[in-house]
């Protein structure tokens, strides 16, 4: 009996691993840092424990949710494309079922993470859950997926703010368009690696619909767009000179991602995608952080 425990219990891990691999948790660094920057704003000084780590939490389970329904979704369209062919759930390491509890799990963290911060949160929980859902089906139908993913984001520093203050900001609000654009301009950028093989399989995105050049015009559009809502809601939550020197570096890796990839050469577009990406959240959380404390 307790060799068969012990067995169960390894799997169990293994299995669990293996999510956290198919959800991609490293890419958690992408939206974290903007709910982190809602709270310390709607606090105004460092939020008390209680709420920041079920902030924390809340955004963990639900973007796991997210990324694991996609997973599930498109486990056939992954299986025909030759860069996602070794996806867990392709190759079988993992299976439909363990995913499903895995995103029921996460549903329920979510959901009880959310209760225990108010009302509102936690009734806007299952409209989160859905939209995040939802956003794995858009590109069977329209090339704006991409903005979709960005709305899924952008509800980050929202969450944030709505965490610790139950009511809709201006400051949230402008941060929400920010991060929409900002994960649409990127994930535009590296949906490039996939335009062939989503034109031939019928699905939307800039890329497959328009062509690369057009999609690094838009790309480029959504992130100036980014810098303006950035701006505008750093001036909407009174933000300093610090904010603001950070976003004008911002500004410059932005300009610098979209240097180094062209309609000729789309070599380094992971590095335009993660490491530059992850180095803004990382960064402008940062400049809010210590405009706040000093």
């Known amino acids: 009996m307790k060799d068969i425990l012990c067995k169960y219990l390894k799997k169990l891990w293994e299995n669990t691993v293996l999510g956290c691999r198919m959800v991609k948790i490293e890419h958690s660094i992408f939206a974290l840092p903007f709910a982190y920057m809602g709270i310390f704003l709607a606090s105004g000084t460092w939020p008390e424990f209680k709420p920041f780590a079920l902030l924390t939490v809340a955004m963990v389970a639900?973007?796991?949710?997210?990324?694991?329904?996609?997973?599930?979704?498109?486990?056939?369209?992954?299986?025909?494309?030759?860069?996602?062919r070794t996806r867990p759930l392709v190759t079988g390491e993992l299976t439909p079922f363990f995913t499903f509890c895995f995103i029921a799990v996460c549903a329920v963290v979510f959901v009880f993470a959310c209760k225990g911060m108010n009302e509102l949160c936690y009734k806007l929980?299952?409209?989160?859950?859905?939209?995040?859902?939802?956003?794995s089906l858009t590109k069977r139908f329209t090339m704006l997926c991409h903005f979709v993913l960005g709305s899924v984001l952008g509800l980050a520093p929202v969450a944030g703010w709505l965490c610790v203050d139950p009511t809709f900001s201006l400051p949230a609000i402008l941060f929400f368009f920010g991060v929409t654009f900002w994960v649409a301009g990127f994930d535009i950028l590296y949906a490039t690696q996939d335009r062939k093989f989503d034109r031939n399989r019928g699905l939307n995105s800039v890329p497959a619909n328009l062509g690369i050049q057009r999609a690094l015009t838009i790309s480029t559009f959504s992130h100036i767009n980014t810098v303006i809502f950035f701006a505008l809601a750093g001036l909407a939550a009174g933000l300093g000179w610090i904010y603001f020197s950070t976003l004008a570096v911002v500004g410059g890796i932005l300009i610098f991602e979209h240097q180094v990839i062209s309609a000729e050469d789309m070599s380094r577009v992971n590095m335009a995608f993660f490491t530059l990406?992850?180095?803004?959240?990382?960064?402008?959380?940062?400049?809010?952080?210590a405009d706040i404390m000093l």
């Open 125 to 135: 929980s299952y409209f989160a859950l859905g939209w995040s859902a939802f956003y």
């Open 62 to 84: 639900v973007r796991s949710f997210a990324m694991a329904v996609n997973r599930l979704f498109d486990i056939n369209i992954d299986s025909e494309n030759p860069r996602t």
């Open 277 to 289: 990406n992850g180095v803004i959240s990382v960064l402008l959380f940062l400049g809010t952080f």
